[in-house]
Each structure stands twice: as C-alpha cells, then as structure tokens.
C-alpha cells in the first residue's frame, strides 16, 4: 500500500480454511415394536482449533420425515436421514431402525394349587420367565409354591423384548373324598375318585386293608380314583383305610372307605 507522498506499508494475515466438519446422528439401531423410540440429533456441534475449543450450536434442524424439531420420534422400521445447519455448514447423516415384535403373555394358568404357568406367544422364541423379580429369568414357565396375592409375572424373548402382566391368586383346596363305592361295573360310582385332588398334582395316596397291609400307592399327578383291584383282581366288600398325603400343603387326610358289590 502506498500513500500520497509515496510510503510504502505492508502488513501480513494468515487466512486457515476450516475444514468441514464430521456429524454423525448415531448408528443403526434396533428397538422393540412395544419401545418410544426417540433419535436426538444434537444441540451443537464442538469442536476444536488451536488448542481451544468451540461450541456451534445448530440453527434448524430438516427431518426426512418433514419435522423440524432437535428429535424426532420412531413409530416403525425404515431410514431417517437429517439435516442440520449450523450457521455455516449444513451437515446431513441417516440412521437405519429395525423393530422386533413384542411378546404377549396370552394365558395364564393357575389350575394347580399355588402355582402358576405362563405362556407367551408374537415374540421371538426362546423365551424366559420371571415373577415378581422380572431381573430373575428362567426358563421354566412354571412357577411354584406361589403365596395367594397380587404377583407380576414377565417374559422375555430372544430379542430382549419384554411383556408383563399382573394377576391375583387366590389359590384354594376343597378335597372332597367318597366314604364308599360299588365297583360293579354297573357305570355308576364304580371308582373311588376324590374330587379336588387333581389340583394338588404331587400328592401322594396310600391304600391299606384292615390289617395295615398296603394295597395301593399312587400320585395324584397318575389318577385321582381306585377301581378297588389289588393285583389286577377285584377286592371283596369291606372297609379299607387310606392316608393322603397333601403337598405342597404338607397335609395329612386319613380315613376309611367301605366297597359294597
């Protein structure tokens, strides 16, 4: 540069061209179909220069899916690509999601005494169960010597995808058993069949003629009647004595019954 009376100045200025800048709104992802899935595309951009750093915050925010939000909400599977500006560059970045179907606990059973089965289906088999403690899974889907009350119960499939449905147990046993029975093949009371038992499955019945000799022992979970053979051969009228021993419940029903021919 030179003035009016011919000075000649000169002065320097180093220029740097910013380079442009990385963005990356995150990575594929999975989510399961039960799941709010939200993607954040950031506030700001950081970055550094000369040692010092420099927060950008971004300006607007262009979804594929037309919003204009900082976030943008994940309904179903496919691409979702944004673009953000951040009052210098525009920088762009597309993320892939793919959802797994949830499972559904479709039944529960809770025939037998204090215990309960569950059963899912929709999801990705194999699934594992829990109750009450949904971080206690097994593989099992029966669960045991269950108190009466509310319970949780949760399954979760191959996927990680969850399910979970409260109930009340209110589990009762009401052992009704006959004081006699005519096994004459007549088809009408000819077993001796005790009402009730086939909800306590691991019990145990012992038969015993007058003598104390034992006839008969079977579970609960095999029958839950006696034709009033020994061997394979019909016994004669008489009064026989039984013990039925009651689990879980840990109870014992004595007493006699008399077959009449």
Same mark, same amino acid.
């Given at each position: 540069? %030179? ?7 000169? *002065? /320097?200025?180093? !220029? @740097?061209?910013?380079?442009? &800048?990385?963005? $990356? ?58 673009? %953000? ?7 762009? *970045? /597309?993320?892939? !999601? @793919?959802?797994?179907?949830? &499972?559904?606990? $479709? ?155």
């Amino acid at each position: 540069m %030179i003035d009016e009376f011919g000075c000649i100045g000169w *002065d /320097t200025k180093v !220029v @740097d061209l910013l380079g442009y &800048p990385g963005y $990356t709104l995150g990575n594929d992802t999975t989510a399961c179909d039960s799941d709010e899935l939200i993607i954040d595309a950031g506030a700001e951009r950081i970055s550094e220069y000369s040692g010092e750093q420099t927060i950008t915050p971004f300006i607007d925010y262009n979804w594929n899916t037309g919003n204009q939000e900082q976030t943008q909400e994940i309904t179903e599977p496919g691409d979702y690509w944004v673009e %953000i500006f951040d009052g210098c560059f525009y920088l762009r *970045d /597309t993320i892939h !999601v @793919d959802y797994y179907p949830s &499972p559904e606990i $479709t039944r529960l059973d809770t025939l037998y005494y204090a215990q309960v089965s569950v059963f899912a289906d929709n999801g990705t088999s194999p699934y594992q169960f829990a109750i009450d403690n949904e971080n206690r899974l097994q593989d099992e889907n029966t669960f045991k010597n269950i108190q009466n009350g509310e319970h949780t119960v949760y399954v979760e499939d191959k996927n990680g995808c969850t399910a979970l449905k409260v109930f009340s147990l209110n589990s009762t046993y009401d052992i009704d058993v006959p004081n006699f029975f005519t096994p004459n093949n007549d088809g009408f009371n000819d077993n001796w069949i005790i009402d009730g038992i086939e909800r306590l499955p691991d019990s145990e019945i012992f038969i015993y003629d007058r003598y104390g000799k034992l006839l008969r022992k079977f579970k609960a979970s095999e029958s839950i009647s006696w034709d009033g053979e020994y061997q394979n051969k019909p016994l004669p009228s008489d009064d026989y004595w039984y013990v039925i021993h009651l689990q879980p419940v840990d109870k014992l029903i004595k007493g006699n019954v008399t077959i009449k021919r």
